[in-house]
């Protein structure tokens, strides 16, 4: 099933291909049930609770600041990959590798932080995320293109 999903995401299947109930992380029409990724999501929401508590930190995690946080670290992260070519990006080194993957995981990390803060579930709000881009980018006026779907 794994499988299935990776070559539908990847675009070897179309969008409109992708059942709405999958997209929405159902199975059914009935409700969503918890996916192994929820309860990795919430364990490490609760870990970034218990650090930011032992610290004393959560009065410096406003939304504003994780967001600025969050941008921060995304810059960091394309720091990374700054004046290499594309073929460079794409076979990256060990140790390019490894500070490629402690700055994803800090931009994860902030995302979560600010999800937490705002009562969003990420989760469900990516899922619906690319449920709004199936329907904005229909693979028969999508694939292969670049263009933004509002652009002629």
Request: no cysteine; charged share 25%.
């Amino acid at each position: 099933m794994l499988q299935g999903r990776r070559s539908a995401l990847s675009g070897e299947r179309g969008a409109e291909s992708l059942p709405l109930a999958w997209v929405l992380g159902r199975r059914s029409s009935g409700p969503r049930q918890n996916t192994p990724m929820d309860a990795s999501i919430e364990s490490l929401t609760q870990a970034l609770r218990r650090f930011a508590a032992e610290r004393d930190w959560e009065q410096f995690h406003s939304p504003k600041n994780l967001a600025s946080a969050l941008t921060v670290e995304a810059a960091e992260l394309l720091e990374q990959f700054q004046w290499l070519t594309e073929d460079q990006s794409r076979q990256l080194g060990h140790a390019k590798l490894a500070a490629v993957r402690h700055e994803l995981a800090d931009v994860f990390l902030y995302l979560l932080q600010l999800a937490d803060k705002l009562n969003v579930d990420l989760a469900a709000a990516a899922r619906e995320k690319l449920a709004l881009n199936a329907q904005k980018y229909p693979v028969e006026l999508a694939r292969g293109s670049s263009r933004k779907y509002n652009e002629p």
